[in-house]
């Protein structure tokens, strides 16, 4: 949308990620050594599945100093707000054992796959409960568990972004232009996918925060266009 100074852009994407994994060779998440179940039991979503994302965009130049002259001209006039506020759903996850219960990678640690024997799935969710962990119960030994890759998804994440310039008219061709930006404005934390492992420590509960995230930061900067 435009007018009035007033520039608004939505962007929304939705995408569905699937595959069977690595079947022709080992995979922490899978039975990729078995390859007679790799369309079935290792056939799931994507590591890289974010269903669904939304990034919004609002630039305002606000309508300060039309009329004004002189020095108030110069402290009213040329001054912009924008926010980016952007949200997408979780990334994957699978729950795994501690120990290799189907033989399938022996000795190694997340091995395998549990038996589902209930909803994994929580009308409330929270850091300390982001699914069900009873719903889960380790298989046999020497048997596979029922469960399939990356059935389930962890938080979404967002932040809001929000910077305010201002332009000084130097001279003909010449703009100073003064900004501060603020990035997650709110200081949210975007927690990466919960403690996985049946048997381990802190199972369920979200300990860990998305690489790459950003706490709340403000900086300034002044620049010279000519």
């Known amino acids: 949308m435009v007018g009035y100074g007033l520039t608004g852009n939505v962007n929304y994407t939705m995408s569905h ?26 056939y799931g979503n994507s590591d890289f599945d974010i269903r669904h994302h939304i990034t919004s965009t609002v630039m305002y130049e606000l309508p300060l100093g039309a009329s004004a002259t002189g020095w108030k001209k110069t402290l009213e006039k040329g001054w912009q707000m924008n926010v ?44 300390n409960y982001f699914f069900n962990t009873s719903a889960f119960t380790a298989q046999a030994a020497g048997t596979l568990g029922n469960e399939r890759r990356n059935q389930y998804h962890g938080p979404h994440s967002r932040h809001t972004d929000v910077s305010l310039f201002k332009n000084f008219e130097m001279s003909k061709g010449t703009t100073m232009q003064f900004r501060t930006e603020c990035f997650n404005v709110t200081n949210t934390a975007n927690f990466a996918a919960p403690a996985n492992t049946l048997g381990g420590a802190n199972f369920g509960q979200l300990t860990q925060i998305t690489t790459g995230y950003t706490p709340r930061e403000i900086q300034f900067a002044l620049r010279l266009s000519f």
């Not at 998440?29 to 390859?35: C, D, F, H, W």
């Not at 949200?87 to 997340?110: C, E, H, I, K, R």
């Open 17 to 42: 990620g699937l595959d069977n994994a690595r079947p022709w060779g080992y995979d922490t998440t899978g039975y990729g050594s078995v390859v007679s179940d790799s369309n079935t039991r290792d």
């Open 84 to 127: 980016m506020e952007i949200w997408g759903t979780g990334l994957p996850f699978t729950v795994l054992n501690v120990t290799d219960m189907s033989g399938t990678n022996p000795g190694a640690y997340q091995g395998d796959r549990p038996n589902v024997t209930g909803n994994p799935n929580l009308s409330s969710k929270g850091i």
